[in-house]
């Protein structure tokens, strides 16, 4: 199957460094297998300086701001949020050809910081997707998001990586 993808940038964006050796490792090793298959990036977002004095909803509207600074009016907007749409990895893979059929050129996933996205990030977002039902931290998310990547493509790409 030639590869469409390659037309496709896929954004990940995230709030704050992760602290944790083992997921970035493993970020790591995902990152590169999904390049293989489209122009892949990772955008960290600084974490809010003095944090602890400011309520969630403060934190979560600063943090707002940031996201969607970093957000263009035609990108299609993708919140990873407990309370999204769930997908089995199947169609996962289904969603992403999807967006690559309709012609999608960006396609920006989401991660919030710990207490999750503002309003206004909630209101231009295109869709929220579920990872799961449980709550992950959001350093951990990052790996889980990249596996199910990485996943979804080699599903569309008849590979071996995935078994029903």
């Known amino acids: 199957m030639p590869n469409f993808f390659t037309f496709m940038n896929i954004k990940l964006l995230v709030i704050g460094k992760t602290d944790k050796d083992f997921v ?15 122009k892949f990036d990772f955008q960290v977002i600084k974490d809010i300086k003095k944090s602890k004095n400011l309520s969630t909803d403060q934190q979560n509207k600063l943090e707002g701001e940031k996201i969607l600074s970093e957000i263009s009016p035609s990108d299609h907007v993708v919140l990873l949020d407990e309370n999204g749409k769930e997908f089995n990895s199947r169609g996962f893979a289904s969603f992403l050809n999807k967006s690559l059929v309709s012609g999608m050129k960006n396609l920006i996933f989401v991660i919030g910081g710990p207490y999750g996205f503002s309003e206004e ?27 199910q990547l990485y996943r979804a493509f080699s599903i569309l790409n008849n590979e071996p990586y995935h078994h029903d």
Request: aromatic letters at 16%; one cysteine or more.
């Open 24 to 38: 970035q490792k493993g970020y790591d090793e995902y990152f590169k297998r999904i390049k293989r298959y489209c």
């Open 121 to 147: 990030v909630y209101k231009r977002a295109n869709i929220k997707v579920s990872l799961s039902k449980m709550t992950f931290s959001h350093q951990l998310i990052r790996l889980i998001f990249a596996e």
